[in-house]
């Protein structure tokens, strides 16, 4: 079961408005372009680490953003966006 897709693009437009207010963009690309290829494994670390994760963030929040890495696509769109919003 994938997210649907508002779902995926609310994801997306809240971790780019989330790192708009905390400066973060420039940092954010580096890191998204450099990891590309290990987002899947970052899904599954999110996935693993729920547990402990859940005290600070809603689980399901936790489980939609695994989701989202899941696809290599979804880090396509994020970068997109991220560079979007830079201008």
């Not at 899947?40 to 953003?65: N, R």
Request: charged share 25%; aromatic share 6%; hydrophobic share 45%.
């Amino acid at each position: 079961m994938g997210l649907s897709v508002s779902r995926r693009d609310e994801l997306i437009e809240r971790l780019v408005s989330q790192l708009n207010a905390w400066g973060m963009v420039a940092p954010a690309l580096m890191f998204l372009e450099a990891n590309k290829p290990l987002s899947f494994l970052g899904s599954q670390l999110i996935l693993l680490s729920q547990p402990v994760l859940g005290l600070i963030w809603e689980d399901k929040l936790l489980g939609d953003y695994a989701l989202l890495l899941e696809d290599r696509d979804n880090i396509e769109r994020l970068l997109c966006r991220l560079e979007g919003s830079r201008g």
